[in-house]
């Protein structure tokens, strides 16, 4: 079979621009970050708030402790943002997402090409991987690439609206996450979105 | 589901993980937890969730509990050593969790390749601060997994149960 005329992959939005618009009302969702950009991201758009809990490590854990909180919770929208490095270290997560599917997960993998906090390498997406492929392999039926501004509105209303587990690619320029200064205990960050949740219940 | 002589006590792991509260069952498939994950598969009341590797089972317990729910990780004890970066983020976030292994690597072992493991399971789970419980008699299990449970959901702690060869019996080979 022929393959798909692809053009070539375009990292230039700016991640501090685009992850807000794609999010917008923060407080209709609960947010798992995963570690250095998107957590900061997150932490940025909630304030780090309490319906924000966000990681400084476990690399490779928020796809699925985003589809735990999710099937934890089915009236809540549960948004993860994950970076390419950290979701290339556990791929799979995509797959046992897909088959469980649950209606209010959503995932944001954040793109920049690079291991950002380690000094910039190249990943695998700036070296032809491309992650909404490998998500659409999975099995998860929405899902979508946004590199260019007319695709942002298009991604916000699937993070918003879709009635599946769904996959937005967010391929950004590489430059680190805002600036925050973000509460990094796992402990009491727990405990602060435990209260979060009982406060809003 | 009919459970034989043989396997009843994997239908009590899997009732007594029910009866406390358990919602959210997660596991890489083998053969000591074959009842309790057909169970969760043919039960309406919970989710059954396959993994592809056992961390993510780490992850999944812990977004659980943010959700307000109790999630327990069955596992065979080769899948341990997948885990141990996530379990950092288990005992330094002080989340509550409960995995249950089903051993081997263990007594009577008889492929040398699962030896390395099973020796390193125990140091392992002392090394990251768990609470070990083992089960070698078959009327044990519902009173280990009981107090398992009261360990991880109300002490908050990080919580092993190692099914072990003594009670599952050695693959022959």
């Known amino acids: 079979m022929a393959k798909a005329e692809k053009s070539a992959p375009r990292f230039e939005l700016d991640r501090t621009v685009v992850v807000p618009q794609l999010v917008g009302k923060q407080e209709d969702f609960l947010f798992i970050g995963g570690l250095a950009g998107t957590a900061k991201d997150l932490a940025s758009i909630t304030n780090d708030g309490s319906n924000y809990y966000g990681m400084a ?10 589809l735990g909180l999710a099937l934890a919770r089915p009236d809540r929208k549960v948004l993860v943002a994950t970076g390419d490095g950290e979701l290339l270290m556990n791929i799979g997560s995509l797959a046992t997402a897909s088959i469980l599917n649950p209606p ?27 992650l909404e492929q490998i998500a659409i ?8 690439t946004v590199e260019t501004k007319d695709q942002i509105a298009a991604g916000a209303r699937m993070l918003r609206e879709s009635n599946g587990t769904c996959f937005v690619l967010l391929r950004v320029k590489p430059e680190d996450g805002p600036k925050f200064k973000r509460d990094m205990d796992p402990s009491s960050t727990r405990v602060r979105f435990l209260q979060g949740m009982k406060a809003r219940s | 589901m009919e459970a034989t002589t043989e396997d009843r006590w994997q239908k009590v792991v899997y009732d007594t993980l029910k009866k406390n509260g358990v919602t959210i069952f ?8 074959r009842m309790a994950i057909d169970l969760s598969l043919a039960d ?6 396959a993994l592809t590797t056992e961390e993510e089972g780490v992850a999944l317990a812990a977004g659980a509990h943010l959700g307000g729910a109790r999630s327990a990780l069955l596992m065979q004890s080769s899948g341990l050593g997948n885990c141990i970066n996530f379990f950092s983020m288990i005992t330094g976030g002080k989340f509550p969790f409960l995995t249950v292994l089903s051993m081997r690597g263990d007594y ?3 492929n040398p390749w699962q030896m390395g493991m099973g020796k390193a399971v125990r140091p392992i789970l002392d090394a990251m601060g768990f609470v070990t419980v083992e089960i070698t008699q078959k009327d044990e299990v519902e009173r280990a ?10 002490s908050g702690e990080a919580v092993a149960v190692l099914l072990t060869q003594k009670l599952i019996g050695a693959k022959k080979f």
């Open chain 2, 145 to 154: 997994i009981d107090a398992a449970c009261t360990m991880a959901f109300q």
């Open chain 1, 104 to 130: 209010n997960l959503r995932i944001l993998c954040v793109d920049n090409g690079h291991y950002g906090e380690t000094g910039y390498q190249k990943s695998h997406t700036s070296l032809g991987v491309d």
């Open chain 2, 26 to 33: 997660s596991y890489v498939p083998d053969a000591g937890h």
């Open chain 1, 57 to 66: 490590g476990a690399m490779g854990a928020a796809v699925s402790m985003g």
């Open chain 1, 137 to 144: 392999g999975a099995g998860i039926k929405s899902t979508m």
């Open chain 2, 108 to 110: 009577g072992e008889g």
């Open chain 2, 44 to 49: 309406p009341d919970v989710h059954s969730v």
